[in-house]
């Protein structure tokens, strides 16, 4: 048995706190509630020559928020009620600050808070648009359904993102390597050829433009390494400030979608969102106004969240969806199209949804595509700049047994 300092509400509100004995943090919960007391805060109680260590602060995965949905969705299906799904999901979470989370949705609920409203006390794990959803399936009485395609949505937008960055990894990870490898070439490798280079500057013998290149590089690299490493950390880290502002985020949209190669694919992904987003929330009953706001938010493009912002303000005043969406000239005009004839036949939602399956499949062939195109020209550019290195090194040598012979 372990001890467990607490903090709990009686059921008159009074603040409580203590220890108790418990095997389990989740036992430990259950003990309180059957003394009528509501769990604020359970933590294993530290014992007094306890070691320091580190903790890591823990993540809630999308993929984990998607299977406490589905699960929670099964459970209420099957005619398990709304306070005992909670508990059974929150004893068995694996994930410390999910489980802990799952508990106190389990808490409010149980003090009259509905699920959308006890979920909302979470921004950090369940986002505007899940809690929209869910919202949209208890005001329709349909929150199974709508937690099962809230669980699916979830899925296919940690897939899609699983994609881009397993497509990335290896290039980017050759690029990284490969750059260590040159610089440490240029600090550790030149240097050695510096007594050969100064005996024949000594003999009148010029060094060749991309020697005297190299030299200067391995020189500032070993000279003020550390000013140029800390140099580049801060115009990094000033143009990620930078890109918080409006203005920059406005600006690295507008070069991400010119960008060549991966300009058409950050512009296909940002449409899929926010058709994908559009239409899942207007099929679980979001209304149409609420749902294009949450959905301008999770494009990841500033240029199309303000062509949907102002759709939405066409919509107010009694105009069809389509026509700012049209103007901003950041549909593709198929897209418009299916989007136009679905708002006239009154099946948007669907609609929406099929048009984001046919452009994720569009993205992965343009990612296989990309791969195949980035991993022979990082070869390239790695493999310039050691034969630059080893050029800058030998063609010295050549001049010399040249103007010897």
């Known amino acids: 048995m372990a001890e467990f300092a607490y903090t709990a509400k009686s059921s008159t509100g009074e603040k409580l706190s203590g220890m108790i004995a418990a095997a389990s943090r989740a036992e430990a919960m259950q003990k309180l509630r059957a003394q009528s007391m509501f769990p604020m805060s359970v933590q294993d109680a530290a014992p007094a020559n306890k070691s320091f260590s580190i903790q890591l602060p823990v993540r809630v995965k999308k993929e984990q928020v998607a299977d406490f949905c589905a699960q929670l969705a099964d459970l209420l299906t099957n005619g398990v009620p709304m306070l005992e799904s909670l508990k059974i999901l929150g004893e068995a979470t694996e994930n410390p600050k999910l489980q802990a989370t799952c508990m106190a949705i389990h808490d409010a609920v149980s003090q009259g808070d509905t699920l959308d409203a006890a979920m909302s006390k979470h921004p950090t794990i369940f986002s505007e648009l899940t809690l929209s959803m869910i919202r949209a399936g208890q005001e329709g009485a349909f929150l199974e359904e709508s937690l099962q395609r809230t669980s699916h949505f979830l899925r296919k937008q940690d897939e899609m993102r699983s994609k881009i960055i397993g497509a990335l990894t290896y290039p980017m990870i050759l690029g990284i390597v490969g750059t260590i490898i040159v610089a440490a070439m240029v600090v550790f490798l030149v240097p050695k050829f510096q007594p050969f280079f100064d005996r024949l500057e000594q003999n009148g013998t010029g060094l060749p433009a991309i020697t005297i290149v190299l030299l200067g590089a391995s020189k500032v690299l070993m000279n003020y390494g550390l ?112 989007i136009r004839i679905a708002e006239e036949s009154n099946t948007l939602d669907e609609v929406l949804v099929k048009i984001a399956d046919r452009i994720d499949g569009r993205i992965e062939r343009k990612l296989e595509v990309m791969v195949r195109m980035i991993e022979p020209m990082m070869l390239i550019f790695i493999g310039g700049m050691v034969m630059f290195v080893i050029v800058g090194v030998l063609l010295p040598v050549f001049d010399l047994n040249s103007s010897i012979g």
């Open 227 to 338: 000013i140029v490493i800390l140099a580049v950390g801060g115009i990094v880290f000033g143009i990620l400030r930078w890109i918080k502002t409006q203005s920059g985020r406005r600006m690295i949209d507008k070069i991400k979608l010119k960008t060549p190669i991966v300009g058409d694919i950050f512009h296909d992904a940002a449409v899929s969102r926010a058709c994908r987003v559009l239409g899942t929330m207007l099929k679980n009953g979001v209304p149409l106004l609420r749902s294009l706001r949450i959905s301008s938010e999770s494009t990841g493009n500033v240029l199309l969240a303000e062509a949907m912002l102002k759709s939405a303000d066409n919509v107010t005043a009694g105009d069809t969806l389509s026509k700012p969406l049209a103007a901003s000239g950041l549909i593709p005009p198929q897209v418009m199209a299916m």
